[in-house]
């Protein structure tokens, strides 16, 4: 692994991470990587796809545990920390994890599940102090290396595998289409159990040489005062934390809004992505920056798919054409190829960046290909040459601030609530979040339920993103003659 990756090298005193204003040069870290994957192995010559979770915020230590993984020749699961436990239990049974690495009070608030489900739950510091020296192990890139979970139209998330090969094809895609440089500097603020975080800007930044700098949340006031000095040169979010970001410097005194928005204005590129980027929003931070924002498309089974262009027009409302290396098409119900301009058809893809399969599933795998094509489930049309998405086929599939959310999945959680009869979810539209996770409701006889008591109720059971933020109460659902409850007729009444 350390040849994808030949920035980390014991010669390069560059700066890789910055936490908290601590500096790890890129030497510091392949050293502390190297230590780690041999304290990791053991008297182990390799770990031979064991997978190994980890639970760990953006950190020196989370990307020593990432990249020790892989040089070690595990899996490497990432975690999301704002995860309820119930939802870890689900990825360390799928998974059959066998090692969990956390740190701190994080690593605390493993300890009963981990003894529950016999898994050894290990801290970074003690896994370098078992450096044993031994050799690290060849890995062949064609092995398996990350497990990234995923919901979609099924109950439970979903593990989605993916290759040394296949990352290092995601990564040098984005590379030289954003032409990132060992000039760059960005900050990382958002989760890193997503493909987002993780590749485009952890691992991307990592292979150019880049400079990153670590939030552990995407703390507004800290991450606007380093935009202000113009220390950074990239900058790459979901939509909603554009809109967070204009709110948020409507608040502010307009020295300070200046300094901001020259910060941002001074950038050579913003990156819009995860979710769509309404045309208003284009505008507003265009108006207020001046910067085209780049919209992007992806997903966690392919990375990144199509891009608007560094050079050339960045179109709003369209997420632009493929990137290099990648093949999409659209096609209909037949599974015939559409090639009219403005025919909606589902986006499939094909090339190097596309996953090796579900974990442990071969049927979804299967299904989730039509003739070598992964079929994404969204729909887009070609307008003028350049991709629109025009929404998801699955009404199942909820956005909210680039999370993917899976309707089913709440609702199997809410049904276990004593009040609740009957329940359906589904995203409503919302100018903060993009889609606003919505429940409606048939309640027992004579039982009354409120917003703030079903969140609290919520707590604990489900991350905390996921929980419906508008509740309906309805004395019944809609139904189609077959007895399925019809969501269409539900957005109808929001
Ligand atoms: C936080 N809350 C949310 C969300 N995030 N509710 C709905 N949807 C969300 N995404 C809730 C909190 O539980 C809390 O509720 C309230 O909103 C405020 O929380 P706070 O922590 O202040 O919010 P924040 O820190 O500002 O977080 C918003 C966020 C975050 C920064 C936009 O959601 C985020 O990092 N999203 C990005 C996710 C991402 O990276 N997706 C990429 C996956 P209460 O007040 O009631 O307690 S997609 C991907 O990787 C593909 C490949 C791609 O194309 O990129
Ligand atoms: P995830 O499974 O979390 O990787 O999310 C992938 C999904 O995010 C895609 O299938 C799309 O539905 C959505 N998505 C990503 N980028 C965009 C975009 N620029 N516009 C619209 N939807 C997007």
């Known amino acids: 692994m350390i040849k994808l990756f030949p920035k980390l090298n014991t010669k390069n005193n560059e700066v890789a991470l910055v936490e908290n204003g601590n500096r790890t040069t890129y030497a510091e870290l392949n050293k502390k990587i190297d230590e780690f994957a041999k304290g990791l192995l053991g008297n182990r010559s390799d770990l031979q796809e064991e997978r190994v979770a980890f639970y760990i915020p953006a950190s020196c230590d989370y990307v020593t545990t990432m990249h020790g993984i892989w040089r070690a020749g595990g899996i490497a699961i990432p975690l999301n920390v704002a995860s309820a436990v119930s939802e870890l239990e689900h990825y360390l049974t799928s998974a059959k994890v066998t090692k969990m690495i956390a740190c701190g009070d994080y690593k605390a608030s493993l300890s009963e599940l981990c003894l529950t489900l016999g898994i050894e739950l290990i801290d970074v510091q003690g896994i370098l102090d078992k450096n044993e020296g031994q050799n690290l192990p060849t890995i062949d890139p064609s092995r398996r290396a990350m497990m990234l979970f995923t919901s979609g139209t099924t109950n439970k998330p979903k593990g989605v595998v993916s290759s040394h090969k296949i990352i290092n094809s995601q990564i040098t895609t984005l590379a030289d289409a954003w032409e990132w440089t060992s000039e760059d500097v960005i900050p990382l603020f958002l989760p890193l159990h997503h493909i987002h975080g993780i590749v485009n800007i952890l691992s991307c930044g990592l292979w150019a040489g ?101 050079h050339g027009e960045r179109r709003a409302g369209h997420v632009g054409q493929a990137l290099p290396g990648v093949t999409v098409g659209l096609f209909n119900d037949k599974h015939e190829h559409i090639t009219e301009q403005n025919m909606p058809g589902e986006i499939r893809i094909r090339g190097a960046n596309v996953f090796l399969e579900y974990w442990d599933n071969p049927q979804a795998t299967e299904k989730s290909f039509v003739d070598g094509w992964f079929c994404t489930g969204d729909v887009a049309v070609i307008d003028k040459g350049y991709y629109r998405i025009m929404g998801r086929s699955s009404i199942d599939i909820i956005k909210s601030g680039g999370y993917k959310l899976s309707a089913l999945e709440i609702e199997g959680v809410l049904l276990t609530h004593e009040k609740i009869e009957e329940v359906a979810v589904i995203g409503a539209p919302d100018e903060t979040w993009g889609e606003a996770v919505t429940a409606f409701v048939v309640l027992r006889p004579s039982a009354s339920l409120s917003q703030e008591n079903l969140k609290t109720w919520c707590d604990g059971r489900m991350s905390a993103y996921k929980i419906p933020k508008k509740l309906r109460i309805l004395d019944s659902l809609p139904r189609n003659a077959m007895g399925k409850v019809t969501k269409s007729d539900l957005k109808k009444l929001l």
Do not use: H
């Open 210 to 310: 880049a400079t990153i700098d670590l939030y552990k949340s995407f703390d507004i006031s800290k991450i606007c005062d380093s935009v202000a000095t113009g220390r950074y040169n990239l900058f790459m979010a979901v939509p909603t934390i554009y809109v967070k970001l204009i709110k948020y410097l409507e608040t502010l005194p307009e020295e300070k809004t200046y300094e901001i928005c020259r910060g941002f204005s001074d950038m050579r590129l913003n990156i819009s992505g995860s979710a769509a980027c309404p045309v208003k929003l284009f505008n507003q931070w265009n108006e207020l920056t001046g910067q085209v924002l780049l919209e992007r498309y992806g997903m966690t089974e392919i990375g990144m798919g199509i891009s608007n262009p560094y």
